[in-house]
């Protein structure tokens, strides 16, 4: 479907990207500080607690599907209030900006499902837990892209084209702080080996201290960053018709962007394939009777392996390589540094595939976080960098942005599938069917940057 923004008009939007100041050191900061907060939610949600709590409160025998069947829903949700509410950002006529006030609504509802989150388990009778765990991830994704959807076109908004790159690194430095820390303290107060009165306890501390979190530092941005309002000439009122075209474009018209997007799909199919599923990897390979974790020595548990150890991992290596990435990319360009991080997360699956051992899955750990370390950085500054040059920035991000959501429904529900079917089979070989996917995934992705041809 075609969209009425050619790639050769010229629009206010280049023009105030033209003009754009400089942001300093705490600009930005300020700019990116929110993904922090976003991350721990997320992070300390999907890694560790809503896999903890369906293994705990549904039957364990059927985990892996009853894990794609909570999870789906609210992630074709999330697919789709992004490139919407991203759209309707674009447009909007508040005094406070486009972004802020999307932010501040979805944080309240968000913070209001995370409490009912909370207490569910203890509310509701177990034989609806699965219906009631659907419903509120649904919720939290919609509340939670509510706030975030608009709030990633504002390094389009506010950050001079110079500058795109070392600020893509200072967002990928907050997500990944916001990654480390909620897989930590996620890991460290939920474990499902627990006896079932303590275990609702630390679930009740997990949301109500992810709710606080979203609380600070919603604040803390809303007060710091200012927006201009949109100019009432640039103001558009937008029919359903007219807002349903706004989801497609044709590929033919704006190519770069259509390779860029798809690479972000490929490589994120990878990633997701597998991750739901950690945590029950390292319980099903490396748990068992009389088994103690590595470093800790301390009874063995998927959330805190997974928590505690590999998440963190992950996320210490990755922090400088997510500054020097952006840093890099700015100075030397980005396709090759994409190259490479492909290169290093396809060799972790190997690692999982021929070394399964708590040592070499801190190893496997290691090696991804340099590879995604580099990756996140670089992907928001060779999205930004192949916009089209029209005045539809938080559109077009909210396309990038459901592009890295819509291979969580597809990669959950192959892997759900795969580990079900292939249970029984010795030799964990579900586990290993879909570490050789998520190979086949990254190289395609990696492969589909090379057809980029407007960015080094």
Not at 155 to 169: F, K, L, Y
Not at 200 to 223: G, H, K, P, S
Not at 351 to 367: D, E, K, S
Request: include cysteine.
């Amino acid at each position: 479907m075609e969209i009425t923004d050619k790639s050769g008009d010229s629009s206010p939007e280049t023009s105030n990207t033209l003009s754009l100041r400089p942001l300093s050191l705490f600009g930005q900061v300020n700019l990116n500080i929110f993904w922090l907060a976003n991350q721990f939610h997320w992070q300390a949600l999907l890694a560790v607690v809503i896999p903890s709590m369906v293994a705990k409160f549904l039957n364990p025998a059927y985990k892996s599907i009853n894990l794609a069947l909570v999870v789906n829903w609210g992630t074709i949700v999330a697919f789709l209030v992004n490139p919407l509410v991203g759209a309707l950002s674009d447009y909007a006529r508040f005094r406070m900006g486009r972004r802020r006030p999307y932010m501040i609504i979805g944080t309240f509802l968000n913070v209001a499902v995370l409490v009912i989150f909370a207490f569910s388990p203890s509310w509701f009778p177990s034989s609806a837990l699965l219906l009631i765990f659907s419903a509120l991830f649904i919720l939290l994704q919609f509340s939670n892209n509510l706030a975030n959807a608009p709030w990633s076109a504002i390094i389009a908004d506010n950050v001079p084209p110079q500058q795109r790159g070392i600020s893509s690194g200072f967002n990928g430095l907050f997500n990944l702080l916001g990654t480390i820390t909620g897989s930590i303290v996620a890991g460290i107060i939920v474990n499902k080996n627990d006896a079932l009165p303590l275990y609702r306890n630390e679930i009740v501390q997990i949301f109500l201290l992810i709710a606080a979190v979203q609380i600070i530092f919603v604040a803390y941005t809303v007060l710091t960053v200012k927006e201009t309002p949109l100019p009432s000439e640039r103001h558009i009122t937008l029919r359903p018709q007219e807002l349903l075209k706004k989801f497609f474009f044709k590929p033919s018209t704006y190519p770069d962007l259509a390779w860029v997007l798809l690479a972000r799909f490929l490589v994120m199919m990878g990633i997701w394939s597998i991750y739901y599923f950690l945590e029950y990897y390292f319980d099903d390979v490396f748990g068992g009777p009389g088994v103690k974790t590595l470093l800790f020595n301390t009874p063995f548990s998927g959330e805190f392996f997974n928590g505690a150890l590999f998440q963190p991992v992950i996320m210490l290596t990755a922090l400088p390589t997510s500054l020097l990435a952006g840093w890099a990319s700015d100075h030397w360009g980005r396709k090759g540094l994409v190259y490479l991080s492909g290169a290093m997360m396809a060799l972790v699956c190997a690692i999982f595939i021929f070394f399964p051992q708590q040592t070499f899955a801190l190893l496997a750990g290691a090696c991804f976080g340099i590879g995604y370390g580099a990756y996140t950085s670089v992907d928001w500054a060779l999205t930004t960098d192949v916009l089209p040059p029209t005045n539809e920035a938080g559109k077009f991000m909210g396309i990038w942005s459901a592009l890295g959501i819509l291979p969580q429904v597809i990669g959950v529900s192959i892997g759900g599938v795969v580990l079900q079917l292939l249970r029984t089979i010795p030799d964990h070989f579900g586990y290993t069917s879909l570490f050789l996917l998520t190979v086949i995934y990254l190289i395609l992705g990696t492969g589909a940057i090379y057809r980029v041809k407007g960015v080094e």
